[in-house]
């Protein structure tokens, strides 16, 4: 049996090396084709390492977590923020709830950590409650989680950033300074320190500190107990409960608890999974990462669809040798080669190609790393491409590819081989080679329409009017140390020559997303309404451009809350009539008036239509973004401007440098996902049609060297180059003509479903498919003229000798 068994092994084995002999001596004698097809299976494989690296660690976000199926965000409607009484009220009524955690973002403008006099850059850090580490576990390297949160002055940090502070020594216990510009100095001392969060994590932050340590400000813990403060992201965690009794519980709950005015405001609470919440919608409020499963299976698609082109372009080139190869194939199929023997012939053919195809796609993809995470803003290292989980699927995609380029042509060969009798020669061509050319040239006209159709968009988006001045716009973030010197810093600012004017608000005007709830007093009626809320100086409207169409502006008597000015969309979705004669309220019943409306302009991305948008009047110091106008006409003169400006900058803040932008970039930085996906379409295009081309480039070699005693005789008998060349591109005409016929139907439904996200798009007009088809066309002509243009213009005494 056991030499039985080692004789099997040796024949295998001795079969093995004569078809890789074989399949060698194919490779040195079609060189070009080779060639062709190692390039082709090269690129698709390298997009495939790099696409599967970034998919792979897009569904596993958020799956690292342990428990992460007990845990739940709390929302409402939509958004995510809630106030300190709806946390406690959760902890002591719901029992269902095991630990439930309320945190929020520092809202320092600048902080910084201060160690033994050197200084450190606070980077990401959150404000908890002490519950924090009951919901979300996580593994502590010094110290101890317990009641690591629960004083005013502990701190936990990760790894990373203790050992960018504190070295490798045990920092538990260790003071530290963390000094902010709008809260003030913290006296600190180190309580724990955890490992440094896994890339899979959503919740992404470098330290926590207790969200006691801010009630010794005034204004914060006023605010503790108050309903309508929603500042906290709230998270639970509920064992051996349904989410959905969970949820009804607190909805029931709230509904004895909170006050009715609220309750109108926030409508029902939903609990949604934590596992969930990655490619879910971001709440208002909500600090997660987020990203759309969309677009992760659409590259996954384009990863798939280029796979599939660069197999076609090798079953086609393979199958189209069998003309040159039949008697081989005959005389196998004659001396009695069984099918089984057939395919492993076509997987050994196949198999050296797709080896030194993988061994080049890793080098591309190596060189092509920067470019991929510029493109996906992601920050893969080369050691990511050989995850244990990457490197498997990749390997499944090699061993797939040996499959598909072994067998399927061999059952082509097959299929030929009998078509003597059974097919005619017209439906084998048909069903072979030019059906997969169509293919590849449909894939190509969709992904050409797709990509034009995009940048369209991405244009109309960068250059829709937003209905306010941008040119020349500059903004800073304000700091809490020049409150009362605000008019003071506008002033100085004034002075510089080439400074036009200066306002201030609370926000950024491209990117307004405070939400406010009011009581709305009109045709004797009261409901409560809902709108985006902009805090503004009393010369906004001025400084911006921006139209009122009824009423009048802020004033200098404007008092908080007490004069309201909104945008068109807003009065006429209150039904407003006669703005003299409609009374705004906040939760306190304070009178206010809406003393004018502004004419709509752009808020936010053209994603979202225009909505409710409403104005009051702030004192300067309590707003957060200075804006600057500025008429610098190059850039020499723009530089010498901010320098000028800076000095002014100093001159009021002397411990934190200007960081300032330019209002366009702001603007522009809203569609820098679209811009990005954009490009990285127009590689994958670009990579497609390169691939095509390919397949089309030897297609055409065949087609010419089969041909060449029919263009020879042509030749003789007077036909001209022109007549020629014709004659061998007519087909392939033919062939892009239908693909783009299948593939105008697929490209427009595909963007009209895509531009469906958009509440402003371009439109998807007649000439963009003409264009690509035209695109398509030309492409292919220029592929195959080459080849076409040399079998012309040969000698046909070359074709003919041996006739």
């Known amino acids: 049996m056991f030499c039985n068994f080692s004789g099997y092994h040796i024949k295998l084995g001795g079969m093995l090396w004569y078809h890789l002999k074989i399949a060698f001596r194919n490779i040195a004698k079609g060189k070009w084709i080779c060639l062709i097809n190692i390039a082709g299976l090269t690129i698709s494989l390298a997009v495939v390492i790099l696409l599967s690296a970034y998919i792979l660690t897009e569904l596993n976000k958020g799956q690292s977590l342990p428990h992460r199926g007990e845990i739940f965000q709390l929302r409402r409607g939509e958004g995510a923020s809630h106030s300190s009484p709806m946390i406690a009220m959760i902890r002591e ?71 960018k502070m504190f070295g490798y020594d045990n920092p538990v216990g260790k003071p530290l300074i963390l000094e902010t510009t709008d809260l003030g100095s913290f006296n600190l001392k180190i309580s724990a320190v955890i490992e440094d969060l896994p890339e899979e994590s959503i919740l992404r932050f470098n330290g926590i500190l207790p969200k006691k340590s801010l009630e010794r400000i005034e204004w914060y813990k006023s605010g503790l107990d108050h309903w309508g403060n929603c500042n906290y992201s709230v998270f639970t965690r509920i064992k051996n409960k349904p989410a959905n009794e969970t949820e009804d519980k607190i909805n029931a709950v709230y509904a004895k608890a909170a006050p009715g005015w609220i309750q109108k405001d926030d409508g029902s609470f939903s609990l949604v999974a934590y596992k969930d919440l990655y490619f879910g919608d971001k709440g208002w409020g909500d600090l997660l990462q987020h990203n759309s499963l969309s677009l992760v299976q659409t590259l996954g698609l384009v990863a798939l669809v280029i796979l599939i082109v660069s197999w076609i372009n090798y079953i086609n080139l393979n199958t189209a040798q069998f003309d040159v190869n039949r008697r081989v194939y005959g005389i196998q199929k004659h001396l009695g ?24 796609s890793l080098i591309v993809a190596w060189f092509a790393l920067p470019a991929f995470n510029y493109l996906l803003g992601t920050s893969f290292k080369i050691a990511d491409l050989f995850s244990y989980g990457n490197s498997f699927h990749v390997l499944m995609v090699l061993f797939i590819s040996a499959l598909v380029c072994g067998i399927i042509p061999v059952i082509i060969r097959q299929l030929r081989y009998r078509s003597n009798q059974n097919i005619t020669e017209y439906v084998k061509k048909s069903f072979s080679r030019n059906g997969l050319l169509v293919v590849q040239f449909c894939v190509s006209i969709v992904f050409i329409l797709v990509t034009i159709i995009m940048v369209r968009q991405s244009n109309f988006m960068q250059q829709s009017p937003t209905g306010y001045y941008s040119d020349n716009v500059i903004h800073l973030d304000m700091l809490s140390q020049i409150p009362d010197q605000r008019e003071a810093f506008r002033e100085e600012l004034k002075r510089i020559p080439g400074v036009l004017d200066v306002t201030f608000a609370s926000q950024l005007i491209c990117n307004v997303d405070q939400d406010w709830g009011m009581s709305l007093k009109n045709k004797g009626e009261e409901k409560r309404i809902g709108y985006s809320a902009l805090e503004v100086d009393k010369n906004f409207f001025d400084f911006f451009g921006l139209k009122l169409i009824r009423g009048h502006g802020f004033e200098e008597n404007s008092i908080k809350e007490r004069q309201h000015i909104f945008n068109q969309t807003a009065i006429n979705t209150f039904g407003i009539d006669n703005i003299d004669d409609a009374r705004i309220s906040s939760y306190d019943n304070a009178r206010g008036d809406i003393i004018g409306i502004v004419e709509d302009f752009r808020y936010k991305s053209v994603r979202f239509p225009i909505s409710n948008l409403g104005f009051l009047c702030r004192d300067p110091k309590s707003l957060s973004y200075a804006y600057i106008k500025t008429n610098a006409a190059s850039s020499g003169q723009l530089r010498q401007l901010l320098g000028k400006i800076e000095g002014v900058w100093n001159k009021f803040v002397k411990d934190w440098p200007m960081e300032y932008s330019f209002l366009d970039e702001s603007i522009r930085k809203m569609y820098e996902r679209d811009i990005r996906l954009n490009k990285a379409f127009t590689i994958a295009a670009v990579i497609l049609i390169l691939i095509a081309c390919m397949g089309l480039l030897g297609v055409s070699i065949f087609n010419v060297d089969r041909r060449a005693k029919e263009v020879g005789i042509r030749k003789v008998n007077g036909a001209r180059v022109a007549e020629v060349m014709a004659m061998l591109n007519k ?67 070359e074709a003919l000798r041996y006739e």
């Open 93 to 163: 009524q719901v029992p269902e709830v095991s630990a439930v955690t309320g945190f929020h973002s520092m809202w320092a403008t600048k902080k910084q950590f201060i160690v033994q006099d050197e200084k450190y850059d606070c980077e990401e850090f959150l404000y908890a409650d002490s519950s924090f580490f009951d919901v979300f576990e996580h593994r502590v390297v010094y110290g101890n989680l317990k009641g690591a949160l629960s004083s005013s002055d502990g701190v936990v940090l990760t790894q990373r950033i203790s050992k």
């Open 337 to 360: 080669a069984s099918s089984r023997r057939l395919v492993l012939m076509g997987i050994m053919d196949s198999l050296p190609v797709v080896l030194i195809a993988s061994i080049f």
């Open 731 to 797: 087909d392939f005409v033919r062939w892009v003509v239908i693909a783009f016929v299948i593939a105008v139907p697929v490209a427009y439904y595909a963007m009209h479903k895509w531009l469906e996200d958009f509440a402003y798009k371009t439109e998807l007009s007649w000439w963009i498919f003409a264009l690509a088809g035209l695109l398509a066309l030309g492409i292919a002509l220029l592929t195959v003229s080459w080849q076409s243009w040399k079998a012309a213009t040969r000698n046909p005494v």
